[in-house]
């Protein structure tokens, strides 16, 4: 087996679990992009600039803008002015789209139970711990 013939196992399995999930997923009607901009934002730990977001999503500020404009309407996030100066704008996750964020731990716990369940403890750790290592900036 190559990497890439196991991430694709894994993207597979992901988007199975993924289906099974969505009927309880309130997070379903969401098109990945808009998802991921979500996640972003939630992995930033505090508001994020407009400016960096755009970074993060490898986007123009207009098309950032854009995508923030559609998630506030759905009541995922909220843009405030930045105390530190009223130019900048700043961008966080609504109580909602917490609370939406969090019911999907479920969804990765399962999928962390099917490719692990046929690894001892020892293998299991060092799964985690080489995922860590790749993922680390």
């Not at 379903?28 to 996640?39: G, Q």
């Not at 854009?66 to 995922?76: D, I, Q």
């Amino acid at each position: 087996m190559t990497i890439e013939s196991n991430l694709e196992k894994i993207e597979r399995l992901t988007a199975k679990v993924w289906r099974v999930s969505k009927s309880h997923d309130p997070l379903a009607h969401l098109s990945f992009n808009e998802y991921d901009y979500l996640k972003s934002i939630q992995l930033s730990k505090k508001s994020i600039r407009l400016t960096d977001l755009a970074l993060e999503m490898n986007v123009s500020k207009p098309s950032a803008s854009n995508m923030v404009k559609r998630l506030e309407c759905k009541e995922l996030v909220e843009v405030v002015n930045c105390s530190d100066d009223a130019r900048v704008k700043r961008v966080r996750l609504t109580a909602k789209a917490e609370q939406s964020l969090l019911s999907e731990i479920e969804i990765y716990k399962t999928i962390a139970t099917k490719l692990c369940c046929k690894l001892n403890s020892n293998e299991k750790k060092q799964l985690d711990s080489l995922l860590t290592k790749a993922f680390r900036q």
